[in-house]
């Protein structure tokens, strides 16, 4: 599914033009409102793009049970990054590429993250922050689930060790790092 080293992550609409008239097939939506959803899921699939969308950092979307029906039947996104368990089955009821966001703050954090992984067995699990590659590497054994590595990369140097600690992509809205993976 991953066949792009770089997942370029919207965070202003500016950028949506660049990544329609770019070579990337995916990218992922952030911090958008929730009126914009429609239309940028219709655009998009008309220059042949798929789009994951981060249901947690949609405005006006409550990741409840009833926000994960309207993306997953009104939306149909081609995946969903979510921390919530909830968003994680619906997508993959759905058919949807479902995407365990996982935040790597202390050993608690990780536990948990792990269990909501063996219990759920999303499709991917994007590990944040994605400069840690010993830990990118540790989450893919424990889990073996793919690992898309996200979050405070900032060089072409960062993502070549994350990918090379076994990350199938880097997601970042770092414009610059797009372009060198063109």
Same mark, same amino acid.
């Given at each position: 599914?991953?066949? #792009? ?19 990337? &097939? $995916? ?14 899921? #219709?655009?998009? *699939?008309?220059?042949? *793009?798929?789009?994951? @969308? ?35 089955? *619906? ?5 949807? @590429? !479902? ?12 536990? *948990? ?12 699990? &994007?590990?944040?922050?994605?400069? @840690? ?23 072409? #140097? #960062? ?9 199938? !992509?880097?997601? $970042?809205?770092?414009? $610059? ?6």
């Amino acid at each position: 599914m991953m066949n #792009q080293p770089i997942l370029p992550a919207l965070r202003q609409m500016s950028d949506f033009e660049r990544i329609l008239q770019s070579p990337f &097939e $995916t990218f992922v939506l952030l911090d958008v409102h929730l009126s914009q959803l429609k239309s940028i899921r #219709q655009e998009a *699939k008309r220059h042949g *793009k798929r789009i994951f @969308i981060h249901a947690d950092l949609i405005h006006g979307l409550k990741p409840d049970d009833y926000g994960a029906d309207f993306l997953c039947h009104d939306i149909r996104p081609d995946g969903i990054i979510s921390t919530r368990a909830n968003m994680i089955q *619906k997508a993959k009821k759905k058919g949807i @590429i !479902a995407v365990q966001r996982m935040f790597l703050l202390d050993s608690i954090a990780l536990e *948990k993250s792990f269990a909501l992984a063996r219990t759920e067995r999303p499709d991917y699990i &994007e590990v944040l922050p994605g400069i @840690i590659p010993d830990m990118v590497r540790r989450v893919q054994e424990e889990t073996g689930i793919p690992i898309i590595s996200g979050g405070l990369v900032e060089t072409k #140097q #960062q993502v070549e060790a994350a990918l090379e600690a076994g990350a199938v !992509a880097i997601t $970042t809205s770092n414009r $610059t790092l797009w372009e060198s993976f063109q």
